[in-house]
């Protein structure tokens, strides 16, 4: 199997054609079979959305849709949340698309803020990467490597 090299389409970056993403800006290289990979992702077939979005929660909370165990639920008590691959992570998950230290979300009263710290595929709100701070509102999406994740302000 030969390595050829593409552009990035966002910086212009000369990549390897096995890397998904850039080096350099960290913008997705390709997508595979036409999907776009911060596009919808099919639920599996067991998963019961209505019974869990209608799930008690008391305080702001992140809960995995998808990438892991579909419907864990982390709280987001006030102060900073880690969320990443180190299993020292208030939030853990565990896989390779995940930084060891991916992002945080910082919670003061019912202001909360996700930042990115600077991972290498990136954090997405609503499809939308990131850069630095994003307040979080009701029912956002979020997308942290392979995961999914709804938040919920309680």
């Known amino acids: ?32 079979g036409g999907v776009d990979a911060t596009g919808p992702m099919p639920l599996p077939g067991d998963f019961d959305t209505a019974e869990w ?3 008690a929660v008391n305080e702001p909370a992140l809960a995995v849709l998808s990438g892991g165990p579909s419907g864990a639920v982390f709280s987001i008590p006030e102060g900073t949340v880690t969320i990443g ?6 939030v853990f998950l565990d896989d390779v698309t995940v930084s060891r230290q991916h992002a945080n979300v910082e ?30 509102e009701n029912g956002d999406e979020l997308q942290i490597g392979k995961f999914r994740l709804t938040y919920f302000s309680g």
């Open 53 to 55: 979005k209608h799930a």
């Open 85 to 90: 691959r180190s299993p020292s992570s208030d």
């Open 107 to 136: 919670r003061r009263g019912d202001h909360v803020v996700l930042q990115d710290l600077g991972s290498l595929n990136g954090t997405y709100v609503n499809r939308r990467r990131i850069d630095g701070g994003e307040a979080l």
């Open 1 to 32: 199997m030969s390595v050829g090299l593409i552009s990035c389409p966002t910086c212009g970056a000369r990549q390897s054609d096995a890397h998904r993403f850039c080096s350099e800006c960290g913008a997705l290289l390709r997508v595979e």
